[in-house]
């Protein structure tokens, strides 16, 4: 499988978990449907910038900062959006970002697999 | 025996180019058949017909003699056996020859009595004793060669070396050693010896030559020597 | 001069330089003796360089046909074979500027270095085996690793003499699975002292007693190695969990970071938190 679709797959996982994860959060277990919804398409929107990254850049170090920094930017405009739980949000989606990038680096086909 | 030749070993004729002239061989191709071969002969004699040293020395040179006289060499065919069989062979039927003549004598005359005897001194048969002594003086001769090659051509550091080396009768030397002792380096004691054994090599090959019969004789007598 | 019986015998021995004349090279010098012939440094007068002439005790030339159509960088190459005045079969092959095998591993060399020389071995051995060629006598002195680093395989298909009983298979066929012990006992002498399980149950499996237990050929001796390179599990070798919890980490080892990294800020988050 090409490595967008890796990102997607993976980020649509790992978000979904991210998000999973605010349920510790007693405040926010009646919103777990809109947290997890929005959180696995956080996760899709960083696997497929990570994917299409990795489909041009053979780089592990990379492939990790950049996740990390897509995730963050996207946990950003999250927590902005409700003004509240930056830290809550942001921090987690760095690094989920992170593995996202991570994975979109070690597995699927690179672009030049197929000639 | 084997006069020092100082110059870079010439090709000798062999035997059968030697003799291409006519039915007798040259003196100089049957002196340098004497010079190989009389010791070989002799202690041939000496174990095969118990002879004692004068007795076994008396027949030896009359072998040679005879063998001069006889065109020995002449009826060698070298597709028979090589050169030195050929020669032991002819020893053994010339010394058995004079053994029965002596005792043809002996036993028309007076009291019979068996010459002084000693114990062959070897645990090899005769055959293996007279081809021993031929290797040995074959090389004897080489080094005398080499020697006297090494002495006309400034090589004397070189044959002193090999001499410590290869000519050591107990314990060989370190190269090491060698190198000190001569002011040399290591590397050229390793050198000097390739070089000698080469050079011995040749001559040995030239002595050879020159009692056998042609190419195929002396390759034949060449891989017999070297393995 | 009179030459005693030890003297004589020595000289004989030193000075058993082969006639070569006729031919286009020059011997230097002894460099071994090995299987079914000497092995000399010569110099090719025609080509102006050095070259190793081994020169068979028979008038067969033997190992040269066998691998003179075997092209690989860890065959040595054929230059030329012809036959001495006296005789006797000779081949120029090149002459490998390096060490033996068993002297190189006295310069202690890494664990990569190692494995490197013995995929290398490996290699050589699948190539000729699957031209047919078995090399029968394998052992760390008839290996060489140049200067470049480059590896040899010399000596082929010449029967092992009663000598190299430590890389001999014990069952009397010699065929690949045989060739394959060899390789497990190289293998072994590679890491004497402490060489790491996985390595040790592989050279295990090469030297199986039943051949049939054995790697079936090189490549899949070859597969197993580079397994361990990679870190992955080795076919030889069924691994106590803790060694594979152990491995799976090394590898993973990034991952298991970051998925720690994850959890440590959410625990840290939610302490933070927590007035």
Same mark, same amino acid.
């Given at each position: ?19 999973? #994860? ?12 809109g ?5 696995? !398409? ?19 170090k ?28 942001m ?6 970002g992170?593995? !996202?990038?991570?994975? #979109? ?11 | ?11 000798? $004729?062999?035997?059968l180019?030697?003799? *291409? ?8 191709? $049957? ?9 070989p ?8 017909f118990?002879?004692n ?8 040179? *009359? ?47 007076g009291?019979?009595?068996?010459p ?8 090899? *048969? ?34 002193e070396?090999?001499e ?22 290591? #590397? ?12 011995l ?27 | 001069?009179?030459?005693? @019986? ?30 079914m012939?000497?092995?000399y ?11 190793a ?15 003179a ?5 860890a065959?040595?190459? !054929?230059?030329?074979?012809?036959r ?22 006295d ?7 190692r ?13 000729a ?25 010399? @000596? ?29 006992? $190289? ?39 580079e ?18 919890l ?12 970051? $998925? ?16």
């Amino acid at each position: 499988m090409n490595k967008i679709l890796v990102g997607l797959i993976w980020g649509l996982i790992l978000g979904a978990i991210d998000g999973a #994860t605010a349920g510790f959060y007693p405040e926010t277990r009646n919103l777990m449907a809109g947290i997890m919804v929005g959180s696995s !398409i956080k996760g899709m929107l960083v696997g497929l910038l990570s994917g299409w990254f990795a489909r041009k850049v053979r780089s592990t170090k990379w492939g990790i900062a950049l996740g990390a920094a897509f995730g963050l930017l996207f946990a950003f405009l999250v927590a902005a959006m409700q003004h509240a739980h930056y830290l809550e949000i942001m921090m987690p989606g760095f690094i989920t970002g992170a593995i !996202i990038g991570f994975l #979109t680096q070690r597995l699927g086909e690179p672009e030049s697999a197929r000639l | 025996m084997g006069g020092p030749h100082g110059q870079f070993p010439s090709t000798q $004729l062999s035997l059968l180019e030697a003799a *291409s002239s006519g039915a007798t061989l040259p003196n100089e191709a $049957l002196e340098r058949v004497s010079a190989l071969y009389w010791k070989p002969v002799y202690r041939f004699i000496r174990v095969k017909f118990r002879k004692n040293n004068e007795d076994a020395k008396d027949l030896t040179q *009359s072998f040679f003699a005879a063998a001069l006289q006889r065109d020995l060499f002449a009826r060698f065919d070298p597709a028979k056996a090589s050169f030195r069989t050929y020669l032991r062979m002819a020893v053994e039927r010339f010394a058995a020859n004079q053994h029965a003549a002596a005792n043809r004598q002996k036993r028309g005359g007076g009291i019979e009595f068996e010459p002084v005897e000693e114990p062959a001194v070897t645990a090899e *048969s005769p055959e293996q004793v007279f081809e021993r002594e031929w290797q040995r003086q074959l090389f004897a001769l080489a080094l005398d060669d080499l020697h006297a090659y090494c002495e006309g051509f400034g090589k004397q550091l070189q044959f002193e070396i090999f001499e410590a080396y290869d000519l050591a009768g107990g314990d060989r030397p370190s190269y090491a050693g060698l190198a000190a002792r001569h002011g040399v380096a290591e #590397t050229s004691v390793t050198n000097y010896l390739a070089w000698a054994r080469r050079m011995l090599r040749q001559f040995v090959t030239e002595r050879l030559r020159g009692v056998t019969a042609g190419e195929r004789d002396l390759r034949g007598e060449m891989r017999r020597l070297w393995t | 001069m009179d030459l005693n @019986d030890a003297v004589l015998d020595h000289l004989r021995h030193v000075a058993a330089l082969p006639d070569v004349t006729g031919t286009r090279y020059e011997l230097e010098s002894e460099i071994g003796r090995g299987g079914m012939g000497v092995v000399y440094a010569a110099r090719d007068r025609q080509l102006d360089r050095r070259v190793a002439l081994k020169i068979l005790d028979s008038a067969l030339a033997g190992e040269a046909q066998l691998i003179a159509h075997l092209e690989h960088p860890a065959i040595v190459p !054929i230059y030329e074979t012809g036959r001495l005045p006296d005789g006797r079969a000779f081949y120029a092959m090149k002459l490998v500027a390096g060490a033996r095998l068993d002297h190189y591993l006295d310069g202690a060399p890494s664990l990569g270095e190692r494995l490197r020389v013995i995929r290398r071995i490996g290699e050589a051995l699948a190539f000729a085996h699957a031209r047919g060629v078995i090399h029968r006598d394998l052992k760390p002195q008839n290996v060489m690793v140049g200067e470049f680093g480059e590896v040899y395989v010399m @000596d082929w298909g010449v029967e092992a003499v009663a000598g190299t009983p430590a890389f001999r298979a014990p069952d009397a066929r010699l065929n690949q699975r045989s060739d394959v012990y060899a390789l497990g006992a $190289l293998l072994q002498c590679m890491f004497p002292g402490t060489a790491p399980p996985a390595l040790c149950a592989i050279a295990d499996k090469a030297m199986q007693a039943d051949p049939a237990a054995r790697y079936p050929d090189a490549p899949a001796f070859l597969a197993d190695i580079e397994r361990f390179q990679e870190g992955l599990a080795v076919e030889a070798w069924s691994e106590p969990l803790w060694h594979r919890l152990r491995r799976f980490a090394s590898r993973n080892a990034v991952l298991l970071w970051l $998925l720690a990294a994850y959890a440590g800020v959410k625990f840290l988050v939610f302490f933070l938190r927590t007035p």
